[in-house]
């Protein structure tokens, strides 16, 4: 019995406590009675500038521990591709010098690496400028930007990476 109690505490533990050091964060915003919730780990920079040492083509899952994740209650359009309201995961993937896309996939809860190979399911272009302040830690943000459309900013450090779609 002693046995059986000290196995379920080692593998509660191994679950609580990588919980216990996560800083988490969430961005919200209703669109047309749309819910829109992301989830993400939000890492400090110290002293890094992390997205500029992203080589091209290099993904990211866009946060720390856990993948980041958004859930939809109604469907979404992203670059033109229908998803259906449910939980994806983002990933950051750098195409160019200074250009990013944000990256769709069906799968979510990924926890650390490798990057799937499979489940990119759509991807939007993200606009990058520098920001007037800086974010020591990894900062998303929600919005509607008009009727039927959501913008969704990163920043870190003064990187500001922009991006929109379309809900329902």
């Known amino acids: 019995m002693k046995a ?18 996560q800083d988490r964060g969430t961005a919200q915003a209703t669109i047309d009675g749309k819910t829109l919730t992301i989830d993400y780990g939000r890492p400090s920079l110290k002293g890094r500038d992390m997205l500029s040492k992203m080589t091209t083509g290099y993904v990211w ?15 979404l359009s992203v670059g033109g591709t229908m998803l259906k309201a449910g939980k994806y995961s983002l990933w950051l993937k750098k195409t160019g010098d200074n250009s990013f896309t944000l990256q769709f996939n069906s799968k979510a809860g990924i926890w650390g690496e490798p990057v799937p190979s499979d489940g990119f399911v759509a991807e939007i272009p993200l606009s990058m400028s520098q920001a007037g302040n800086s974010e020591e830690q990894l900062k998303i943000t929600l919005a509607g930007a008009s009727k039927h459309t959501a913008d969704v900013t ?12 379309k809900v329902g």
């Open 61 to 75: 899952r866009l946060g720390s521990n856990t993948s980041t994740s958004i859930t939809t209650t109604g469907d």
């Open 4 to 21: 059986k109690f000290a196995i379920c505490m080692a593998l509660a533990l191994c679950f609580v406590i990588p919980a216990i050091g």
């Open 154 to 165: 990163i920043q870190w450090g003064t990187a500001l990476l922009r991006g929109s779609f």
